[in-house]
């Protein structure tokens, strides 16, 4: 148990569903990340938050949407999708920012259809 | 930008000393290195951290020469339970900060009795 939970743990969803996954932390941290683990490539970092402001966006595509409501919540909007972004999606907080240790939730566990 | 090269995979046994080496030849002066770990189905989980020559905590050391062009993570006797993937990540610095994670694709180790 690391601090930081995310749910759903699975989730199907076809091309044409929206959806949205969703992280909380419970460390009291500032700095919030989205990351994308698929089997043939290394870890990728997708968005960075800090104190609730998008630092860092990795050239992601607009069909994913992050959103920060507060330090604690981290969310990821799903909207039409593709098979190839079917993957591990990883949420990650850290206490001072990019550079400090960062805790990781177990992950979400995406398939499209 | 940095780019981070590791082994695919290692075996070794029980009690004995692991060292992992991860090249990153176009690291800059006040980029970082990072090596987390992590085991199926959970998300990674960080080992140590540091920028030049070695640092040591309870449960590994990195050495890390003066080019620092390669880091090197050891881990002291091993056991069963140190099975798992690890990844070197280097926290590349530009004008807003550490907000370029460059991870490997990881090293699988394989512990047997």
């Known amino acids: 148990e690391t601090g930081v939970t995310q749910t759903p743990r699975h989730l199907v969803m076809g091309m044409t569903n929206k959806k949205s996954l969703k992280c909380e932390q419970h460390?009291?941290?500032?700095?919030m990340y989205w990351y994308k683990q698929s089997a043939k490539k290394p870890l990728e970092l997708m968005f960075v938050y800090n104190f609730k402001e998008q630092t860092e966006n990795n050239s992601v595509p607009s069909r994913f949407s992050p959103e920060c409501p507060n330090s604690s919540h981290l969310f990821l909007h799903l909207h039409t999708l593709q098979p190839e972004d079917s993957a591990l999606y990883l949420c990650?907080?850290?206490?001072?920012?990019?550079?400090?240790?960062?805790?990781f939730g177990p992950g979400t566990r995406l398939t499209v259809l | 930008l940095a780019k981070t090269t590791q082994p695919i995979s290692m075996d070794s046994y029980e009690g004995q000393e692991v060292n992992i080496t991860c090249s990153h030849n176009?690291?800059?002066?006040?980029?970082?290195i990072t090596w987390y770990q992590q085991f199926p189905s959970q998300g990674p989980r960080f080992i140590i951290q540091?920028?030049?020559t070695k640092v040591t905590n309870e449960v590994a050391s990195l050495f890390i020469p003066a080019d620092r062009k390669s880091s090197t993570l050891s881990l002291p006797r091993v056991s069963l339970s140190d099975t798992a993937v690890y990844y070197c990540l280097v926290g590349v610095y530009t004008s807003g900060g550490y907000n370029k994670l460059i991870f490997g694709a990881g090293t699988r180790l394989a512990v047997h009795p």
């Open positions: 990650a907080s850290s206490d001072r920012g990019t550079d400090d240790e960062q805790f």
């Open positions: 540091g920028y030049k």
């Open positions: 176009n690291i800059a002066t006040n980029d970082y």
């Open positions: 460390l009291g941290h500032n700095a």
